[in-house]
């Protein structure tokens, strides 16, 4: 190694440098010419354990070690067209899986830049940027398939963040924008023309929110099979595009577009939850957070499982303000029909992972429940087989409006009042008593697409409802007064 005349910068030119943890100063890139490997040591005991001092995360529990470390400087990066190699597939590491090093770690740092480099086979996550302010990826490649963990670009608690012209493919996920400290906000951050190869979810926003996401932009992306891992396209990722947040922070003010999707199990998965993970014992879990004001638009995807795409919160949390526009799902069909009245466990604390409500869901195209506010605009869907489900499921979602490939629908606002139905399931009428609120009112029943299959008056008291020509199914009974109140209910008809 030497010292090439340029200001600020450690040239490594052409050859294989063995290394253990680099720690950058402030004002130092490592630039890397053509040819140049840095190649991490292949013994976990040649990396110093070294836990941040600037800021505490739920990343506390991860690995303390790493090939390039840098905490609370400035002005640093890494350059060049060489490769750095974390050496992840070394036996050592096999060895002492709970323990292997990141490939980089940037923890509080300002003006970081990524550019040109190629990143392979780290330990564990490739990069881990935590808490840093104006940070650039451009123009890079990381291909990190080791032994599981093997995240690309991650990006925790950051802002000002742009990411550019990457090509990703790895065992986990591609690019993840997420925060693991309360005390560290993500924002303001673009994801533009890369490309995404995963055996996972390849552009995943949420799931650690302890801290508020807002102002994220992905778009002009395309998410294809892996190419670089052990089984290359033979195992499919796993979710396309992933939303989440569990364990209490939000999720605002998130736009995903022009995203071409292949090589994946389920499209989109949305979801707000309630796992509740801490990372410290002076934090306590916090409370339920919010997933709100999320664009997708102008998607295809062709999955490579039926395993539905989903919207889900949790009762008294929904998701609000989703718009989906422009959307085009080609999936295998064959799915036959679920029994009527079965029971889709709301799992309010599991993991959020596309199929954590089962392989097998209530409709073919999109499960959508505890929603309030979707638009569904140009949503369309292809089926390469015939499936006896219908394409759309809707629970406890209100202010629905669909419009193109489809029926037009208006679920309005939700009510805590109780309206009474039985007896449920039914057969060739049910009766239907208004709750104590209401004198009269006028109730409509639809299908679960939002199509209006009958709307009459009713009064006080108990009332027959005859309702034989309606198929097998489940349905929505919603009744409204002169003042807007409202209230609902969900019926089978057998």
């Known amino acids: 190694m030497r010292r090439k005349p340029v200001a600020g910068s450690f040239y490594f030119p052409d050859g294989v440098y063995l290394s253990s943890t680099i720690f950058l100063k402030d004002n130092v890139l490592l630039r890397l010419a053509k040819g140049a490997t840095l190649k991490g040591a292949p013994k976990v005991s040649k990396y110093p354990e070294v836990r941040p001092v600037s800021i505490r995360s739920y990343g506390d529990q991860y690995p303390g070690r790493s090939l390039i ?9 890494l350059i060049g067209e060489g490769i750095i190699d974390g050496n992840g597939l070394s036996l050592d590491f096999v060895l002492n899986s709970d323990d292997k090093p990141f490939g980089i770690r940037f923890i509080s740092c300002r003006n970081v830049l990524y550019e040109g480099i190629t990143l392979k086979n780290s330990g564990f996550w490739m990069m881990h940027n935590l808490n840093c302010d104006s940070l650039t990826i451009r123009n890079i490649t990381i291909v990190n398939h080791s032994y599981g963990n ?7 608690g950051c802002r000002k963040v742009l990411v550019e012209h990457c090509n990703v493919d790895s065992n986990n996920d591609p690019v993840v924008i997420k925060t693991m400290s309360i005390d560290a906000p993500a ?3 673009v994801v533009r023309n890369c490309v995404f190869g ?10 650690e929110t302890y801290a508020p996401v807002r102002n994220v932009h992905v778009h002009d992306c395309t998410v294809k099979y892996s190419t670089k891992g052990p089984l290359g396209s033979a195992l499919p990722g796993k979710c396309g595009i992933l939303l989440s947040v569990v364990d209490g922070g939000s999720l605002d003010n998130i736009t995903v577009e022009n995203i071409d999707i292949r090589g994946v199990s389920t499209p989109v998965f949305i979801r707000l939850g309630d796992r509740g993970n801490t990372y410290a014992d002076s934090i306590p879990p916090l409370p339920v957070g919010a997933l709100k004001n999320v664009r997708l638009e102008n998607i295809t995807a062709d999955a490579a499982s039926g395993i539905t795409s989903s919207i889900s919160g949790i009762p008294v949390h929904p998701v609000e303000n989703i718009v989906l526009k422009n959307i085009s799902l080609t999936l295998p069909g064959g799915g036959k029909a679920v029994a009527e009245g079965t029971f ?6 599991g993991k959020p992972e596309h199929d954590m409500f089962g392989e097998i869901l209530p ?3 999109w499960f959508i429940r505890h929603v309030n506010g979707l638009t569904l605009d140009n949503v369309c869907v292809t089926l390469r087989d015939a499936d006896e489900r219908p394409e759309l499921y809707f629970e406890d979602t209100v202010q629905i409006r669909q ?3 489809g029926v037009v629908t208006a679920l309005h606002e939700r009510s805590d009042l109780s309206l009474k139905i ?3 399931p039914s057969q060739d009428a049910f009766y239907l008593v208004l709750p104590a609120e209401m004198n009269t009112a006028i109730v409509e029943c639809r299908d679960i697409t939002g199509r209006l299959i009958w709307r009459r008056s009713a009064y006080s008291g108990q009332q027959r409802v005859d309702w034989k020509a309606e198929p097998a199914g489940v349905y929505f009974i919603q009744a409204t007064d002169h003042t807007g109140k409202s209230a609902m209910a969900r019926i089978i008809r057998k």
């Open 344 to 349: 889709i466990p709301e799992n309010a604390g």
């Open 69 to 77: 470390y840098a905490e609370g400087k400035k002005n640093i990066g």
């Open 187 to 189: 924002e303001d951050i």
């Open 403 to 405: 419009v193109a490939c």
């Open 422 to 424: 039985y007896p449920n």
């Open 150 to 156: 093997n995240d690309g670009i991650n990006i925790d």
């Open 198 to 207: 995963t055996y996972s979810r390849a552009i995943k926003v949420g799931t």
């Open 363 to 365: 409709s073919y195209g």
